[in-house]
């Protein structure tokens, strides 16, 4: 059966850096598209970044330029690397994947970050704070 599993998470001063990964298993990995989400308490999930599978990249405007989604398909895992963290990162990160669709690549190339329904396998999530 399909799994994703985060990891990474955890406690990190302003401006600092923090890099999470996804682990993926029980599907071919190079046929899915991958991506990160975030939900902090009281507000609605956010999307965040995107990769297709032929690794073309999308960003939601708040992150971009801070935030890096990468994928290993020789270890089957994908990672968003977080820079310049602020407060308002501090959420819940899941990982997300679906099977790779032309609808997909063609949001991210635009530059949008497609919407959570747009995925049908998640991970349980890892928690970023970001505080003094």
């Known amino acids: 059966e399909v799994q994703l599993v985060e990891s990474g998470g955890g406690l990190v001063q302003p401006g600092g850096s923090l890099r999470l990964s996804c682990a993926a298993s029980g599907f071919t990995f190079s046929s899915y598209d991958m991506g990160w989400f975030r939900q902090a308490p009281g507000k609605e999930r956010e999307a965040v970044a995107a990769i297709d599978t032929d690794g073309d990249t999308s960003y939601a405007p708040s992150v971009k330029g801070r935030f890096t989604i990468s994928k290993d398909t020789a270890k089957n895992t994908f990672d968003l690397q977080m820079h310049s963290l602020k407060p308002e990162d501090t959420a819940m990160y899941f990982c997300?994947?679906?099977?790779?669709?032309?609808?997909?690549?063609?949001?991210?190339?635009?530059?949008?970050?497609?919407?959570?329904?747009?995925?049908?396998?998640w991970g349980q999530g890892t928690q970023v704070t970001v505080s003094t």
């Open positions: 997300a994947a679906e099977e790779g669709r032309s609808s997909f690549g063609l949001l991210v190339a635009a530059g949008v970050v497609p919407h959570e329904n747009e995925y049908k396998y």
